[in-house]
């Protein structure tokens, strides 16, 4: 079956294609955790997000949407606040960045639920059964290839985007600018094959040394050069590699990213672009 935008077709339930979904752990963060303890939870998780609960069972809704907090969110939070403020912003409630994305029942499909990751252009949500709830996100989608639930004709050139790059010299504030205004997750630094994402910039920010220099001097979080703060080499793929032996390669190295002669691969590629081409199989 060919999943397209049009399709009426759906494939499996949400909660057949993910049999164990609601007896794994998701990230959550409680309404009035702070961005420090959000940014804590997010770096041990490796997530793309946590949802925000109202107590320890339910979690925070808002006009029928479910409330996150995602990494993205965390860095436009403290690259906008006022510079003298920024150190105080990072220990703020979490509620106050939410990501705010329509819940699923668990008994609807997979398009269902990649349709609602093409619409809110963000690679996760909250997936229900009665009470439980639970996160679904990019990454987890990324495992329905190695079991075959997922499957596409595409290889890696097919979907691979030219990076999006900052001068090697360039300021963290420089590249966290580019990455909020183009919504993207990663920046690759000019004259080396590195690059930095956001994942990366919340590990610096928030590791001890940084808060301590940002406690002292909050206007200066930002500016750092963009090599300090640990960039990460993408592992390259043979261009004509199916998507599906990239899809496994990118689950066992929890989203990273790839890059053939043609450009990267990022999870969304690997999975979005297939979506909306209408070249996504189901099993």
Known sequence: MRLNLESALGGPAIGKAFPSLFTRSSPVVERDSSLFMVASLLRFHWAEAALILVDRTRP????????????HRVLKSLFDAPPRDR????FKPSEANAVLMPPLESTRTLRDLLQVFHLERYGFTAVTSGSMFCMVG???VLGLFEDGTLDTGLCAEDVATQPVSVPKDATLGEALGLMLRERIRRVFIGETKAYISDREVIGYLFSPRKLQEVKRAPAKMFEDRVVEVGPVDPEDVDPHLPLRECAKLMARSQGGTLCCPRGVISPWDIVMKPFASGDLLVS
């Open 138 to 140: 990019l990454s987890g």
């Open 60 to 71: 925070v809704r808002v006009g029928g949407k479910v409330a996150f907090v995602a990494g």
């Open 87 to 90: 150190y105080s912003d990072m």
